[in-house]
Structures are given as C-alpha cells and as structure tokens.
C-alpha cells in the first residue's frame, strides 16, 4: 500500500466507456506504482489506452473502479474544487498538439498557470522569461503561436508545463507532430528539466526508440499492463507478480 517513495500509486484501476449499447474497456484492472523523480516512457498502440491512464493520473478523468494516490493524496477524496487547485500546484501537461492560445504570445502562454494561482504579474513575467530561456526561445517571448515552428510551439508548451515547478509532468505524445531531429531535441529539453528539478515524468508514446530517455518503460496492450522495465530491461513488474516483488527495484 501507501509508500513514501511512489508519487503515484493506481490501484486496480478500470475505466469503461459507453458508446450507446457498446461497452469498451479502456483501461482494466491496472494496479502500478510511479516512483519519484523518475522518468517513465508509457508505449503502446494506438487505441491501447495510454491517453486514458495518462489522464486519469492527471486527474482529468474520472476511474469507473478502482483508485488514485498521488503523493499520498487520494483524488477520489477531494472535491472538484480542491482537485483543480491540486492540479495547478502538482501537475504538468504537455500535448501533442501543444494546446498553446493562439492570440497571446509566447511569455503570456507560459505565465497562464501563474495566472491562475494570482502570482503577481512582474513575478510572472520574469519566472516566464527564464523558463523561455530554459527551453532557447528568449528571444521569441513577443511571438504568437502562428509565427512559430512546431518544435518552437513544443518548446514554449514545455515552459507553460514545468512554470509551476510541479511534482509530476505528463507528456502525451509531445513529439507525434515533430521530425525526427526535433523530437531528439525535445526529449533532450524535457528530460533534462525534470531530472534538474528532480521531478517525476510520464512520457506517452508509440515511437519505442524514446524508452532511451526513460529509467523505466512501461508496456500497455488492450487496456493492460504487459511489463514495466528499467533501462537496461530488467523486468519489474508483470501482471501476476506479487506486489511486494514489484516495488523493490
Ligand atoms: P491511446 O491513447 O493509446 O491511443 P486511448 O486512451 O485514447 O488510447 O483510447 C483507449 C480506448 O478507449 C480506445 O478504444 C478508444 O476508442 C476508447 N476511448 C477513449 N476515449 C473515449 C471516449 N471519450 N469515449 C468513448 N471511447 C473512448
Ligand atoms: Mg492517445
């Protein structure tokens, strides 16, 4: 159960969803643990569920059964209101489509989360203005999204995720759209500020090359865990595996 050294913890966790008279399972009977300050490559097809695991453990969906622990913290326990602000403060997400406001420039897309925790504006700016030289794009901060490259999109979208300095960041296929020099360029930049800042980060992706990046991989086929491997692809966890032997590594 509940230990110190996991960010997040899901228990059995299902989601189904109802299309009329059809019933699709998603998600089935999930049970993993994420440690801190790890980083985490989630792979699989494309309908295997990633994208509703992923936003289940931001909180952004709801489970059918089964639970939540992040940091010791259970979702279900809190109300949407406490969930929201839960999320602001912990949490970091990063998209394919990099969901930046096409008629704000690159400072003011990186403040936003500052914004909603009423930081100060002169505090915000200047925090932005170092995350956009964090991620190379100083000198872009007037630019809108639409006089961006994709990877210079990408890249103010990292800097509006890691602002808050949150504990965990999810990235859902964050370099589907980008070649394959801008992807290597990306994981770079998004691997390197989470293990600067000690933060746990869950990257989702069907391209099996970026497990490099990670310390583990985990496997996910048809709503279930296949494995999840370290680096150097030892086993830690199967489905069946008894718990305690999943959790010392
Ligand atoms: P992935 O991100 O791995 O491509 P998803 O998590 O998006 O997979 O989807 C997993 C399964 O759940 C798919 O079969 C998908 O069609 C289904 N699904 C996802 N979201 C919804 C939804 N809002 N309503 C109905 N079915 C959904
Ligand atoms: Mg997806």
Not at 158 to 167: E, G, L, T
Request: hydrophobic fraction near 40%.
């Amino acid at each position: 159960m509940e230990n110190a050294q996991n960010m997040i913890e899901l228990n059995h966790l299902r989601k189904v969803y109802r299309m009329g008279d059809e019933k699709i399972v998603a998600l089935d009977d999930i049970t993993l643990n994420f440690e801190k300050e790890k980083i985490y490559c989630l792979a699989g097809k494309s309908g295997s569920g990633k994208s509703t695991l992923l936003n289940m453990m931001a909180g952004l969906e709801k489970p059918s059964k089964g639970n939540i622990l992040f940091n010791g913290q259970r979702f279900d326990q809190l109300s949407e209101n406490k969930l929201a602000r839960f999320r602001q403060k912990y949490i970091g997400f990063v998209f394919q489509s990099y969901n930046l406001l096409p008629t704000l420039t690159a400072l003011e897309n990186v403040t936003l989360p500052l914004i909603f925790r009423a930081v100060p504006k002169k505090m915000r700016d200047r925090k932005a203005m170092e995350m956009l030289t964090a991620v190379g794009l100083a000198d872009r901060w007037r630019h809108k999204p639409g006089e961006m490259s994709g990877g210079q999109q990408q890249r103010v979208s990292i800097a509006r995720a890691f602002i808050n300095n949150p504990q965990v960041v999810f990235a859902d296929e964050p370099t589907g759209n980008l070649d394959t020099k801008t992807t290597a360029e990306m994981m770079d930049l998004i691997t390197g500020l989470a293990r600067r800042d000690r933060q746990t980060l869950i990257i989702v992706t069907h391209n099996l090359d970026l497990a490099d990046y990670a310390d583990y991989l985990v496997q996910i086929q048809d709503g279930s865990i296949e494995n999840m491997a370290s680096r150097h692809s030892n086993l830690v966890y199967q489905p069946g595996m008894a718990a305690a032997e999943g959790e010392k590594i």
